[in-house]
């Protein structure tokens, strides 16, 4: 997943921090949750259960899961993936959480098993393989059906995996050999937007076209940016899209039309994450320049920044609700 910039980190050769920082208004970090102090791997996408009670860490090769409020913060440690962890997330009942590796596989964990290391390995109840493939999956997201998983990968190829058939069923090609770099689903599970490394955002409806598989209608190909787009998110409410690209800004698009909204700048290196808040008047973003921001959405203004890392930092993840 190399990707080549003059002044921007490529994270094989400058990893980013191994920490996450609770951060709280203006007086730095709250909290540190270390990843391994005596086993340092960079962490390279943050997600935070359903009941804000646990915060996954996707790292090299594995993923490390937190309990936020404790100050025995590190739970459980999940090992199946043989490279890097690219994505991870949550199903919505909290009992089971997915991942995507550089591997080229997506797996899923059974959170309520006993917590021996034994048996973490076991703990994994669905490996998929692209036919062979060693493509590596860069993200993965998980339809509100909360049945349907979908990656994005190296190769340009989007896939649909039906966990019920353990296959997949559906696969997108919108620019080949142009690798998706993110991935959205608005929450009523109707719209599809996948961002790409030439800067543009691919949209589908999602159709419900019989009782098994999904349909996807492409309504919308928009050019975003000139640069990689690192992350593309929709709103909460799925008003709006926010894309977050290498050339350094943050945009903000309105659903209906896809105009844009507002352009975000501040960030002096790639801006690699971005976060709405629950009611998506504020957004979060993260970036190389070793800050964190939170940004008005109606305003365009920055509202507060966050310093105390000493790397790049490549994600976050905002739990305000």
């Known amino acids: 997943m190399k990707m080549e910039e003059i002044g921007a980190p490529d994270w094989r050769c400058q990893p980013p921090e191994n920490t996450a920082e609770i951060e709280k208004e203006d007086r730095g970090p709250e909290r540190e949750l270390h990843e391994d102090l005596n086993n340092p ?21 594995y993923i490390r899961l937190f309990d936020i409020n404790s100050h025995h913060a590190h739970v459980r440690t999940f090992v199946a993936h043989t490279r890097n962890v690219t994505a991870v997330g949550f199903h919505s009942d909290g009992n089971s959480m997915y991942s995507g590796s550089e591997d080229g596989t997506l ?21 998929y393989h692209s ?36 296959a997949s069923t559906i696969e997108l090609v919108p620019e080949p050999d142009t690798a998706i770099r993110s991935l959205s689903v608005k929450g009523d599970g109707t719209i599809l937007v996948a961002a790409n490394d030439r800067g543009t955002c691919y949209i589908w ?33 799925s008003k709006y899209l926010a894309t977050a690209s290498s050339d350094k800004t943050v945009k903000i698009w309105n659903v209906d039309n896809f105009t844009l909204d507002k352009v975000l700048t501040g960030h002096q290196r790639w801006v690699w994450d971005c976060a709405f808040s629950v009611d998506a008047k504020f957004l979060f973003t993260a970036s190389s320049d070793m800050t964190a921001r939170l940004w008005s959405v109606e305003g365009g203004s920055e509202v507060r920044v966050y310093r105390g890392h000493s790397k790049a930092i490549v994600c976050c993840a905002l739990s305000d609700g």
């Open 41 to 61: 791997q960079h962490v390279n996408k943050l997600e935070i259960s359903p009941d804000k009670r646990h915060l996954a860490a996707a790292c090299n090769p």
């Open 205 to 237: 409806n999602i159709l419900r076209g019989s009782q098994v598989i999904t349909e996807f209608e492409p309504i919308h190909k928009l050019q975003a940016h000139n640069r990689q787009i690192l992350k593309c998110v929709l709103s909460p409410e």
């Open 131 to 166: 036919c062979g493939s060693v493509t590596p999956i860069n993200t993965v997201v998980l339809h509100p059906n909360q049945i349907e998983l979908i990656s994005g990968d190296q190769d340009g190829i989007i896939r649909v995996w039906d966990t019920r058939m353990n």
């Open 107 to 127: 797996r899923i964990w059974d959170l309520r098993a006993p917590n021996r290391p034994e048996v973490y390995e076991r703990n994994c109840l669905k490996a």
